[in-house]
């Protein structure tokens, strides 16, 4: 079985095209959350995921843009994009949004938007929030996104348990083996590792491994769109430097 993970779309269709058609085909995807927020296209986005992702959990973007949480946390650009959000989505993508289940549990594999302890707000993006949150799940390995940083924490085995970090690499699968695994894919829609391409993955049970991808993608006909739809210059911006 091949599965696609993918996340923080943040409703930027010409990446999540790219990354779609890049994939071929796949049994199932798993979307991480944050479908729309910041990027200029929720509803086609929203829409785009329903149809071809059969697992799909929300993001913190997700449930502002549909009004379950509001943006006091959210910084100025992000709270204008969100408020921008809401006036485009339609009805049955907000309560499709609305809907989502706050985590998913499939075989030895838990997935969550932030961590599993704090699946909407938390960011693992330290040992110390690694450490805390393999103690958060009870399956073997873990798919966060959120951080929009591709990155693999690894519970080395033992009864004083080591964290390594690991930076995935294009091109070398990464095995999948007796140690649990803390998996980010990056982000589709708005990378922030120094790397303006679409980031996605996929796992691969057959060949026990995890790949990892790359994709470049018209970035510009993203931030036109955004330039067009009057939303904060920083978010458009940010995505040529993919930070
Ligand atoms: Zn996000």
Known sequence: MRYAIISDIHANLAALEAVLNHMGPVDSIWCLGDIVGYGPDPNECVELVRQKAQVCIPGNHDW?????IDTVDFNPAAAAACRWTQRQLLAHNRDYLAALPLTHLEDEFTLAHGSPLDPIWEYIASIRSARENFAGFHTHYCFVGHTHVPIIFLEEPGS???????????????????????????????????NPAA?????????????????PYDIERTQAKMLTAGLPPQLIMRLTYGW
């Open 199 to 215: 980031s996605y993955m996929i796992l691969d049970l057959a060949a026990n491994v995890v790949e990892y991808y790359r994709v």
């Open 64 to 68: 502002a843009c549909c009004g379950k």
């Open 160 to 194: 004083l348990p080591r964290i390594r970090v690991i930076s995935p690499q294009q091109g070398q699968p990464f095995p999948l083996g007796e140690s649990r695994l803390i998996i980010n894919p990056g982000s589709v829609g708005q990378p922030r590792d120094g």
